[in-house]
């Protein structure tokens, strides 16, 4: 069964570090999805992408973050300087289709990133 | 805006014992609705969803129906196994944008054989 893939699984990285978050959704998939989840708080929405561009963004998804799809498989989250706060679960997905409220996100296991 | 509102865990339960996690929404609109769960060191798996009221979604003996009502969608299962403890997340989809998701907090469930 398809599934979506993330790495590394656990990043521990200095402050001020920037790091690459990398994704491969399943291969038909159209709509691309980052979320987080700081501990022990709610998970979510950063930005979504579609068509090599994104498509909605958070008030989270600041200046510092940026996402690409450099290959046509692969789909990453950079945060370019990485702040304490930045630590938190990373989540990756992606669905077929975005245009109705119907669809099913497919996600990924997760990136824990530490920030020290 | 919208969101979700999930009962806090963690949630221990003995083993067939009956399951209820609280969910409730504020939306604009009437969402699709959705429950994930999440077994340790796993992605986030859809167990099941609700696209309208009335609706009920369900799979592997969970169920949960949409409540325009009461804007609920409470998670049950008749009988919990110990292979159920994982933790819940209640979540919406946005009906405007990219349909992105809005999620509770999620509720962590044990059970014990």
């Known amino acids: 069964e398809p599934e979506v893939t993330q790495t590394p699984s656990h990043q521990v990285t200095q402050m001020g570090q920037e790091v690459i978050l990398r994704c491969v959704p399943i291969?038909?998939?159209?709509?691309f999805y980052w979320y987080r989840q700081i501990l022990g708080q709610k998970v979510e929405f950063l930005v979504s992408?579609?068509?090599?561009?994104?498509?909605?963004k958070s008030e989270i998804f600041d200046d510092q973050f940026s996402v690409e799809r450099p290959d046509g498989s692969n789909f990453t989250l950079k945060i370019r300087s990485t702040k304490l706060e930045d630590s938190a679960m990373y989540f990756c997905?992606?669905?077929?289709?975005?245009?109705?409220?119907?669809?099913?996100?497919?996600f990924g296991p997760g990136t824990r990133l530490t920030v020290l | 805006g919208n969101s979700v509102t999930q009962m806090e865990g963690p949630v221990t339960l003995s083993e067939e014992a009956f399951l209820t996690i609280n969910c409730t929404y504020t939306?604009?609109?009437?969402?699709?609705l959705f429950w994930y769960v999440q077994y340790p060191g796993e992605g986030l798996q859809l167990l099941l969803k609700?696209?309208?009221?009335?609706d009920k979604g369900s799979n592997k003996g969970f169920e949960a129906t949409y409540r325009k009502e009461t804007t609920s969608f409470h998670l049950e299962k008749g009988s919990v196994q110990v292979s159920d403890s994982a933790v819940y997340f209640c979540?919406?989809?946005?009906?405007?944008?990219?349909?992105?998701?809005?999620f509770g907090t999620g509720t962590r469930l044990k059970v014990l054989a």
């Open positions: 997905a992606s669905s077929a289709e975005g245009g109705n409220s119907y669809n099913e996100q497919f």
């Open positions: 291969s038909n998939h159209l709509y």
């Open positions: 992408f579609y068509n090599n561009e994104i498509s909605e």
């Open positions: 939306a604009t609109g009437y969402p699709s």
């Open positions: 609700a696209t309208k009221a009335d």
């Open positions: 979540a919406l989809s946005s009906l405007s944008g990219t349909y992105k998701y809005i």
